[in-house]
């Protein structure tokens, strides 16, 4: 009769593995989990604490057994442990291997798969938002570790929105459910399923809120008198919508200035090159907060992007009136744009361009760094930067100039 024994391999990862031996012959394929050892003891001994792992252990245990008395039964005791190991993939995992498939038994089992997935990811910000959505997956469904793809169905994905709900908003929700899509999508091109419960159950976003402001509202921002703190926010805003709507996380990136007077970088939320000459309005702020060891001084001051981003976004949205009450002088704050972001400057931008200044959709979609609509002939044609550079000239003009 063959033995079992559940192990983790901490030169794989701290791999959970299942090891089989029979006939003085072993073998052992992945759980699609990761846990330390002490993890693992913990957890047969119903000391861990984790019900949802207990319980699955305890599960997987009982299958096993179960194939060792029907083996047992119907004399087949001596069966090899390749054999073995096949009925147990598909009995646990939901997996029938293939001929020439590998170890890897993630395949098959979403969750498991699902972590593969975040862990190829070389972005951690992007990690974080699919571990997210992972850890919401186990909140709503505690079984979900021994699902496979198949069990992912319509009614799952209907009442897994239903609960995202209770503490999400729509688009809030939407990101859960685009990060599962893409899961699937991924096991699909991978031949890791066919199941698909997306040609039924659709995404439906809900109208974003506005992002921009009006010509009136930027000139009202820009004679804004604000602390002598927020100065520095103020132009970082301005900058980046002089930058043709930078993103905040790249001006912190940003390195020099080029012999063509232009700084060029790599977008980090979608690594599309950009090219963008420095106009004389954004010259005037980079030259007054230069930076050591970057462009601008933002890598100076903060050592993530992160926490400069966030400072950004929370002055933005403190900017306005002020008044000072009581003894104490206690600060009043009536802000003139609560909603604003670092974000709004791509809106903005894109908007005064299009309404204001008369740039083409095509102009201003290449300015953004955004795909052309013309698939097939976009590939035929040198899109000459120049084109961006006078439509960014435009809008700067009739911003600050009044033109």
């Known amino acids: 009769m063959f033995s079992y024994k559940f192990i983790v391999r901490s030169d794989k990862n701290d791999d959970l593995r299942l090891r089989i031996t029979n006939n003085r012959a072993s073998t052992q394929f992945s759980m699609g989990l990761r846990m330390t050892q002490s993890e693992l003891d913990a957890a047969l001994s119903g000391m861990s604490g984790n019900i949802r792992l207990e319980k699955m252990l305890a599960s997987w245990t009982s299958q096993i057994k179960d194939l060792m008395l029907e083996l047992s039964d119907r004399k087949e005791a001596d069966m090899e442990v390749k054999e073995i190991r096949t009925i147990l993939l598909e009995r646990l995992l939901g997996i029938v291997p293939k001929k020439s498939e590998t170890e890897d038994a993630s395949k098959g089992n979403f969750t498991a798969y699902f972590q593969n997935f975040i862990d190829g990811k070389e972005n951690k910000g992007t ?236 102009i201003i979609a290449q300015a953004l760094g955004h795909a052309s609509s013309h698939t097939t002939t976009s590939i035929y044609i040198n899109r000459s930067v120049k084109l961006v550079d006078e439509a960014n000239r435009k809008v700067i003009d009739y911003v600050f100039n009044k033109r």
């Open 127 to 362: 990690k974080g938002v699919y571990k997210h959505t992972l850890d919401k997956i186990r909140s709503f469904d505690p079984d979900v570790d021994m699902k496979r793809f198949e069990d992912i169905d319509l009614k799952w994905l209907t009442d897994f929105e239903a609960f995202c709900a209770k503490t999400a908003s729509k688009n809030a929700r939407n990101i859960h459910l685009r990060n599962i899509r893409a899961v699937f999508n991924n096991a699909i091109d991978y031949e890791i399923t066919t199941a698909y419960p997306f040609r039924r159950f659709k995404i439906r976003p809900e109208e974003t809120r506005k992002r921009s402001l009006s010509v009136e509202e930027l000139r009202r921002f820009i004679n804004m008198e604000v602390e002598e703190y927020q100065q520095f926010y103020k132009d970082m805003f301005l900058l980046s919508f002089c930058l043709i709507g930078c993103n905040a996380v790249d001006m912190y990136g940003l390195s020099e200035i080029t012999s063509s007077n232009r700084i060029e970088y790599t977008r980090a939320k979608t690594h599309r090159k950009y090219s963008i000459k420095v106009e004389p309005e954004a010259l005037e702020i980079i030259n007054k907060y230069r930076g050591k060891s970057k462009l601008l001084c933002i890598a100076d001051r903060w050592s993530d992007h992160r926490n400069f981003v966030h400072q950004l976004n929370k002055a933005l949205k403190n900017m306005g009136q002020l008044e000072r009450v009581g003894r104490g002088g206690k600060k009043i704050r009536t802000a003139a744009f609560p909603e604003l972001s670092s974000y709004w400057c791509r809106h903005t931008w894109a908007t005064i361009a299009y309404n204001c200044c008369g740039v083409s959709e095509d």
